[in-house]
């Protein structure tokens, strides 16, 4: 049976940063659910090849556009474009994010520059740009994407840290501006998900048996494990949330694991 109240049928939804990993599943989860799914990258044709897969594979609805969120004026030209396209813009997932992992006093400014221009000025100006037009259709969902480090920061990645942080705080202030216009804001904070982002760290033996002794579920996420909690948060199902986020983690944020499995 399928439920209305989750239901993106008929939806719009800018997946920015949907070539690859999380956000190209998201994209695939939205459109085999009936929604018309723009998906965004820095390279157009990559953008629009990643589509034609996408819909070849869901049989469904997905464009392609070139939109490096670095650049101001890509966002709103390419924001200006899908409402020209399609009318509005119910749902926006803000998936675009990049990271180097170094110690703190090894950061330079081309690494601090290149990782805040992406995952948090990019990610502000995609939401304020997208935000305008949901306030003007008075409608619609923002998810931004979160991480761990928004339950507790890692050494060695701090300009992505902070940005994750930065997002967090985003999160709650749109939905206290946005809230009276019927435009909610949430976010999803992923766990250890294995990604072309993640995948030369997760090929460590070390830090695999470390993810499994700590993790309740006991294994590494998968991009489409994001799935159900971006359907969610993009419907009807949970129209009385917003300012949240929501940890999808294996469990990871429940608490501190012992290396122990029973009382003794
Ligand atoms: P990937 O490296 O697999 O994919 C990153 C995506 O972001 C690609 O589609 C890439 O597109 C796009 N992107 C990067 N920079 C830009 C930019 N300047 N403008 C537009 N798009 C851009 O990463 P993941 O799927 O692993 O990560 C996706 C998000 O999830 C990130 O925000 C990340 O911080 C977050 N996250 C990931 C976790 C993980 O374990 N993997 C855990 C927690 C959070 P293209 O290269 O075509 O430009």
Same mark, same amino acid.
Request: aromatic letters at 8%.
């Given at each position: 049976?399928?439920?209305?109240?989750?239901?993106?049928?008929?939806?719009?939804?800018?997946?920015?940063?949907?070539?690859?990993?999380?956000?190209?599943?998201?994209?695939?989860?939205?459109?085999?659910?009936?929604?018309?799914?723009?998906?965004? !990258?820095?390279? /157009?044709? @990559?953008?629009?090849? #990643? %589509?034609?897969?996408? *819909?070849?594979?869901?049989?469904? =609805?997905?464009?392609?556009?070139?939109?490096?969120?670095?650049?101001?004026?890509?966002?709103?030209?390419?924001?200006?474009?899908?409402?020209?396209?399609?009318?509005?813009?119910?749902?926006?997932?803000?998936?675009?994010?990049?990271?180097?992992?170094?110690?703190?006093?090894?950061?330079?400014?081309?690494?601090?520059?290149?990782?805040?221009?992406?995952?948090?000025?990019?990610?502000?100006?995609?939401?304020?740009?997208?935000?305008?037009?949901?306030?003007?259709?008075?409608?619609?969902?923002?998810?931004?994407?979160?991480?761990?480090?928004?339950? !507790?920061?890692? /050494?060695? @990645?701090?300009?992505? #840290? %902070?940005?994750?942080? *930065?997002?967090?705080?985003?999160? =709650?202030?749109?939905?206290?501006?946005?809230?009276?216009?019927?435009?909610?804001?949430?976010?999803?904070?992923?766990?250890?998900?294995?990604?072309?982002?993640?995948?030369?760290?997760?090929?460590?033996?070390?830090?695999?048996?470390?993810?499994?002794?700590?993790?309740?579920?006991?294994?590494?996420?998968?991009?489409?494990?994001?799935?159900?909690?971006?359907?969610?948060?993009?419907?009807?199902?949970?129209?009385?949330?917003?300012?949240?986020?929501?940890?999808?983690?294996?469990?990871?944020?429940?608490?501190?694991?012992?290396?122990?499995?029973?009382?003794?």
């Amino acid at each position: 049976m399928s439920d209305s109240l989750f239901s993106v049928e008929g939806q719009v939804v800018l997946v920015s940063g949907g070539t690859r990993g999380i956000g190209r599943a998201l994209a695939e989860g939205f459109c085999e659910r009936g929604a018309t799914v723009v998906v965004t !990258g820095r390279e /157009p044709a @990559v953008a629009e090849t #990643a %589509a034609g897969e996408i *819909a070849a594979k869901t049989k469904g =609805r997905c464009f392609g556009l070139g939109c490096d969120v670095a650049q101001k004026s890509q966002i709103d030209k390419c924001v200006a474009e899908i409402v020209a396209q399609q009318g509005r813009i119910d749902t926006l997932v803000n998936v675009a994010g990049v990271n180097r992992r170094k110690p703190a006093a090894d950061v330079t400014e081309d690494d601090w520059d290149f990782i805040i221009d992406t995952n948090l000025r990019g990610a502000f100006f995609m939401s304020q740009a997208v935000g305008k037009q949901m306030v003007a259709q008075k409608g619609g969902s923002q998810i931004q994407i979160c991480s761990l480090n928004n339950y !507790g920061p890692l /050494p060695w @990645v701090l300009p992505y #840290a %902070a940005s994750k942080a *930065a997002v967090g705080h985003m999160t =709650r202030v749109l939905a206290m501006e946005w809230g009276s216009h019927g435009v909610r804001v949430n976010a999803i904070a992923p766990g250890y998900i294995l990604t072309d982002l993640s995948k030369k760290l997760w090929s460590n033996p070390m830090m695999q048996e470390w993810n499994t002794a700590n993790t309740p579920l006991r294994r590494l996420g998968q991009p489409d494990d994001m799935n159900g909690a971006a359907i969610f948060l993009a419907s009807k199902a949970s129209s009385f949330m917003t300012g949240q986020i929501v940890f999808v983690d294996g469990g990871f944020s429940a608490g501190i694991m012992w290396p122990i499995d029973k009382a003794t």
